[in-house]
Each structure stands twice: as C-alpha cells, then as structure tokens.
C-alpha cells in the first residue's frame, strides 16, 4: 500500500479521471511553482473505479479554476487548512477561457497577429462546445 501524507495547508484536487493529472499538471503550470506537488495515479475509488489526485502545497490564488472547469468540471478541489478540509469548491465550465486553447482557423486574426490573446467563448453548455471569440471557428 502506497503512502502519501497529509498535507497541513494548500488544495487537493479529486476525483480527477484517472489517466489526466499530467495534463492538468501542464496545464495549471504546476512545473513552474516553487512548493511541493504530489500526483496520485490509478488511486482506487469506490465512486470511479480508478481516479487520479493532485496534492499542491499551495494556496488556491496559483490554480486557475478556469482551466479545471474545462478539463473536467467534475474534480472535487479541497482547500486545506491546518490538515483539515475547510472549503470544497465546485467546478463549472468556464464562460471564457483565455490563452488555454489555440485557434486552428489559418484565417484567424490569431494566426497572423500571434501577440493576441486566444480566447474561446463557450457557445453550447450541453455539448461543451467552444469557439473563437475573433472567427467563432469551433474548437475541436
């Protein structure tokens, strides 16, 4: 049995599909903080089957909810205080994201003024469907 400990202050993202926290760990930048990340793969979960957890010994302000809600509206983040869970936070899809996705369209205002920020609107919350806010090109 694998032991990972607790942790005293900081977020616990669960109930992540088992297989995705490495796109969440590159997506949220997790590279680039100076505390301490622990990914848990293929943890055993009586809801999923199998699941993935990220452990960040953090406060919440370095996560981009955002980008959470887009990955996956359904993980479970956990703000810890003093090893206790003091606060769960619910995800939803974003109405915006913004320098996440890239636009495909070789026609976009995007492709030939790269400075610009990519922005994707969310146009259909039911199919999860995005688009460019400069082309409406949809996001696939």
């Known amino acids: 049995m694998l032991n990972v400990g607790s942790?005293?202050?900081?977020?616990?993202?669960?109930?992540?599909?088992?297989?995705?926290?490495?796109?969440?760990y590159k997506y949220l930048a997790l590279?680039?903080?100076?505390?301490?990340?622990?990914?848990?793969?293929?943890?055993k979960s009586e809801k999923m089957g199998r699941k993935d957890i990220i452990k960040?010994?953090?406060?919440?302000?370095v996560i981009n909810l955002d980008i959470?809600?887009?990955i996956d509206h359904n993980i479970t983040v956990n703000i810890i205080h003093h090893g206790e869970?003091?606060?769960k936070k619910e995800l939803k899809l974003p109405k915006m994201i913004?320098?996440?996705?890239?636009?495909k369209n070789p026609r976009c205002i995007t492709?030939?003024?790269?400075?610009?920020?990519?922005?994707f609107v969310l146009t259909d919350e039911k199919k999860q469907i995005y688009?460019?806010?400069?082309?409406?090109?949809?996001?696939?």
């Open 56 to 61: 960040i010994e953090s406060p919440l302000d």
């Open 131 to 140: 688009r460019c806010r400069y082309c409406d090109e949809k996001y696939k």
């Open 111 to 119: 492709s030939i003024e790269q400075e610009l920020t990519q922005m």
């Open 68 to 70: 959470l809600g887009y």
């Open 98 to 103: 913004k320098n996440v996705l890239r636009c």
């Open 31 to 43: 590279d680039k903080l100076d505390c301490q990340v622990a990914i848990i793969k293929n943890a």
């Open 7 to 24: 942790l005293n202050d900081g977020v616990v993202l669960d109930h992540i599909k088992a297989g995705k926290s490495m796109e969440i």
């Open 85 to 87: 869970i003091v606060e």
